[in-house]
Structures are given as C-alpha cells and as structure tokens.
C-alpha cells in the first residue's frame, strides 16, 4: 500500500484548507478499507482467523494511528480515528501506541504541545455558536478546568504556536516528537523549524535526496535510529534509490568519500586539517564544490547536535515508526506481557523519579547553593579580575579535568537498531582533546570566531543559510525566563555562559575572556556527566542521568539545557570544519 501506486495519498492531509483536507481523508479511507475487506474476505474464504494487518495495509494503520495522536487538526485527528475504527470492526487486528508521549523521560502531562491545540481548539469552540459542547469537552479531556479558566489559559502565543504546529505539519507532513519537547521554548523552536526546513527544502547546492542521505550518514555515527528512520522514509519520499539504503558501499562515491569528514566531526572535530578538505574539492569525478561541502558541513553538524537532543531528552520512536505501536492485543490494564517483558511499562513507573514527586530538602538545597555562588562569584569579578596567565592556566586545568568526567559503565542506556551500515570504520569513537601525551593545540577564539570568520563564509557561499544559523545561535544563547526552579527574576546569564564555554572547552576551543575557574563554582559532577554524555557520546545518555542533574528543576529548564548542549556542540564542529576551509582557500 505504498503512495507511488497510488492506493493512498497523503499529501493532502498536509493542505490548509479544510475542504481539501476532508476530500483527501474520504479519498484515504476508502483505499484503506478497501485493501482491509479484501484481506479480510480472503481469510474467511480459506477458513482462517482474520490475520493483522499485512502487504502495505499495516504501514497504512500506523500512520494513521500517528495522526490521530499527533496531527494538530482535529479533522485529521477524528477521521483518522474514526478509519481506524472501521478496520477493527472487520476484525483485523490495529495498532496502538507504545510508549507514553515524546519522551521517554518527560511524563506525557507535563508536555504542553497536545494540551496547547486542544485547548485552542476548544477555546475557539467555546467563542462560537455551537459553545453548550464545551463543558462536556472539558469533563472529558481537561475535568478540572472550566471554560473561563480555559479563555485565560489560551492567548496569542498559544495562536501563534497552534500557527507553527500547523505549518510545520503543512511542511514535513507530521509533527515529529523532536518538535513536542522542543515546544518548550517556541521562540527556539520556531528558528530551528526555518533552518531546517531551508536546509532541507529550499534552494541549496546539494538536491533533496543527498541531503537526507547525508542526514542519515550523520545520525547513524551516534546510533541514532530516530533520526535515521524519519530521514530513510523522507529520503525515498524524494525520489531516493532504495540501494543506497543498504550501505553506504551503495551510495555514489561522491557521498562516500564525505564518510571520513563525517567521522571526525562527529567524534573529534579537532583532527580536521584543510587536507582533508582539498581531498574532497580535487577528486576529480567525484569532487564537492566549495557551495556542496558548506551545504553538507551544515548538514552533518546539524544533524550530530540533534541526535544529542533525542538522546538527551529520551525522545520516544515516532508511533508510526518502529517501535513507536505495536500490533499485540494488550492485556489486563493495557499491557500485554510481551510489552512489560521488552520494558515497556505504565506511565507512573518509567517517568518515576529517583527522588520522588515531593521536593527533598537536598535538592531544594542545591537550588538555593547555586544561587548563592553565582551571588558569590559576581562580587568576586567586581572586586578583583584574573591576570590573562592566570586565565590561561584555568583554561587549561579545566580542559584536562574534562577528559576524567565519564558515567559509570554499568548504566544501560535506550536500545537502539543497528544503523551502522550507514557509515564506515564502526571502530571510530570519541577520545578526549589530549590523552596520551598528545598534545593538540588550543582552539582560540580570538583568532577564528563564528561571528568575524564563520558567519562570512557560510553566508558567502550558502546565501541566508548563515543568517539563520547566527539566529538560532544567538535565541539559544540568550534564551531565559529569568527563573531558576522556584525561584523567578535570576540573572541566569553566568549560569548559561558557564555551560557553552564548558562544552566549547572539552573541544579545546577557548575564549581569553572567560575565567574558567567559574566552571567549577556552577557545575557539579552529575552534572558535568550528563554534558559530556550527551555532547560526546549521545548515545550513551541514560534517564539516571536525566534525573540525577538538577533535580528540582522543571522539564522546560532541562530541555533548555539541551539547546544550549545542541547549538554549543554545533558551533563547534562548525568552527573546526570552516577554519580548515578558510586555510584551504587561503
């Protein structure tokens, strides 16, 4: 039942016009119950029980059972629903959700994204004519809210973000559990929508197939079958050879080739030299153009930072992806014993916290310690500053503490598909800065920076592409409520300083500026393991981890942390791969 033959179209579920939208939801549930009478009339002719779903109607079921949980429309969502229902009453057997929510260390509740167009949708109803269906609305889905509450409740941003889950469901056709954890912060999340979507849709060097394909090269070094499955469906959706799929060894030598810039960017960005980029610009058949190997340097870096947000945020699987639903019937209390055997549990046991629902005086305590040092250390830059020798050697001393912060081995961190047959030299991993005796040289700013070197040569050889990149940079960066756990009005400017210049600093990269004994006052060990887990080896990322930093902080405060890991991490790899640009063209 796959699109190309034509028995179902879903492009039209991505149309702003509602009319257009229900033309195509007819046009989907015909094709759909079609193809399930057929395979249940065939059973019953040969005197078999009515078998799951099968031959391209089980993909089908899947993305509907996605859209009915995840489509911010509520056409989509109840007509999907509804198809669904009339498969089952044919008794073919139909998906259900595994899981609870986007992400496995985020109870679903505290998510705002499906709470926010319910609740839009449900204020607009309760302004119009037909607003005596609201209250048994709000009984059945938000019991303790009333229609007054809800009219406060929803305002202009609330639109304004209805607006972006929208057109972000016009673009990609789906709204992925990257974008419902990320909801947290919308002024971020609009600015990663528009650069993605530029990088992947809009007017480039690269054409739509090798960019998804290079997004997949990318995500597979860190394991990440999230990414990788949503980029294989959008990469055969373009057109894609389904070969290329089976090993990089596949793919066109041109693609190939880029396996080894790949690689290092990933696990050890520092090694890069304009060596390598001459490789790539001089192979002859095979060679990048300077514009092709900016698009896929942005790409690769892009796509290493989000697979630390999906591991660091324990984004779920896609429902309609594997190991997003699942076929099983469920048993007593929704879970079948193959579901609790392959650790899929109730929702009160995998978002338990280790410290539980109410605040312990500990953390409390380690909420009002952080406060009070940062109090500390901006009298101490008041009253006396560094020498620059001084500076350096924190710098230093600090670079090298960072290679000794690791997790413990015995935690078992989210299973995930073998995907390495998309990249080459499996073997190939993170090793710190300087181990060894190995000594490479520090990084510094002052003599290569995004906004003087960088910044220029993307947006020369990209056009808008570094504009786009600097914004997201400098919301992320900048991006504070002025709050910290319970408390509100914090300058939380050192705090956020303190985090990027640690992640820039495990890279070697430093700023002369910057007193990195600071570093040490502000992060704490469980904290510093999480960082570089989730910077250096994503994969490994754990909820022990999750909860164990900050543990009176909100999920929102955790997943800005995560912004700054992911944009930290990127600027980084971009600052080494764009100097050894610069020094070949120099």
């Known amino acids: 039942m796959e699109e190309r033959e034509g028995e179902v179209r879903w492009d039209g579920l991505c149309s702003r016009d509602a009319a257009a939208r229900a033309a195509a939801l007819d046009t989907i549930g015909q094709a759909v119950l079609r193809r399930a009478e057929s395979v249940a009339s065939g059973a019953a002719a040969d005197g078999l029980p009515v078998p799951a779903a099968r031959d391209g109607l089980g993909e089908a079921l899947a993305r509907l059972l996605m859209l009915s949980k995840r489509c911010p429309f509520p056409d989509v969502r109840e007509k999907s629903e509804a198809i669904l229902g009339g498969v089952q009453e044919l008794g073919i057997r139909i998906p259900r959700p595994l899981g609870h929510g986007p992400s496995r260390f985020i109870p679903e509740k505290e998510v705002p994204a499906p709470l926010l167009w319910d609740c839009f949708f449900l204020s607009r109803l309760y302004h119009s004519e037909e607003s005596e269906k609201v209250q048994s609305a709000l009984d059945e889905h938000f019991c303790c809210l009333s229609p007054d509450c809800l009219t406060i409740q929803v305002g202009k941003e609330d639109a304004a973000m209805h607006t972006l889950f929208a057109e972000s469901f016009a673009t990609l056709g789906r709204l992925d559990n990257v974008t419902l954890v990320m909801v947290f912060h919308p002024q971020y999340l609009e600015s990663f929508l528009k650069t993605q979507h530029y990088l992947l849709q809009m007017d480039g060097p690269l054409p739509l197939h090798y960019r998804h394909y290079i997004g997949i090269m990318a995500a597979a070094r860190h394991q990440c079958s999230y990414l990788v499955n949503l980029h294989v469906n959008d990469f055969l959706h373009v057109g894609g050879d389904p070969k290329w799929l089976n090993g990089l060894e596949n793919a066109p030598q041109k693609l190939q080739n880029l396996g080894e810039l790949n690689k290092m960017l ?106 009070e040092k940062m109090k500390q250390l901006q009298e101490c830059r008041d009253e006396e500053e560094a020498s620059q020798e001084e500076m350096a050697t924190r710098f230093e001393r600090e670079k090298r503490e960072s290679m000794f912060v690791c997790s413990s081995e015995d935690e078992e961190s989210a299973a995930t598909r073998d995907v390495s047959r998309h990249f080459e030299d499996t073997s190939y991993g993170y090793k710190d800065f300087s181990r060894h005796g190995m000594h490479v040289p520090t990084f510094r700013v002052q003599d290569y920076s995004w906004e003087d070197h960088g910044y220029s040569l993307v947006n020369r050889l990209y056009p808008d592409v570094g504009q786009l990149l600097d914004e997201k940079f400098h919301i992320a960066y900048n991006l504070t409520y002025n709050t910290m756990a319970m408390h509100k009005d914090v300058d939380t400017s050192m705090l956020r300083r303190a985090i990027w210049n640690y992640i820039h600093c495990m890279f070697g990269i430093r700023y002369d500026d910057y007193d990195y004994g600071e570093i040490n006052q502000l992060l704490d060990r469980s904290f510093k393991v999480y960082i570089k887990t989730v910077v250096c080896t994503p994969e490994k990322t754990t909820k022990r981890m999750y909860d164990s930093f900050w543990r009176q902080f909100e999920h929102s405060e955790k997943v800005h942390v995560n912004l700054l890991l992911v944009e930290a991490r990127m600027q980084a790899e971009l600052l080494y791969a764009l100097r050894a640009i610069t020094r070949y063209m120099t």
């Open 266 to 371: 990933a696990h050890r960005p520092w090694l890069i030299t304009k060596e390598h980029i001459e490789q790539l610009l001089k192979t002859e058949e095979n060679s990048w153009s300077l514009a092709e190997l900016i698009h896929a340097v942005v790409l690769l870096t892009h796509y290493h930072s989000l697979a630390s947000f999906t591991f660091g945020c324990g984004i779920s699987p896609e429902i309609d992806c594997e190991g997003g639903h699942t076929f099983r019937p469920p048993s007593v209390s929704n879970y079948c014993i193959c579901d609790i055997t392959n650790g899929y549990h109730g929702v009160d046991e995998i978002h338990a916290s280790p410290t539980g629902s109410i605040p312990s005086t500990e953390s409390v305590c380690e909420v009002e310690a952080l406060m």
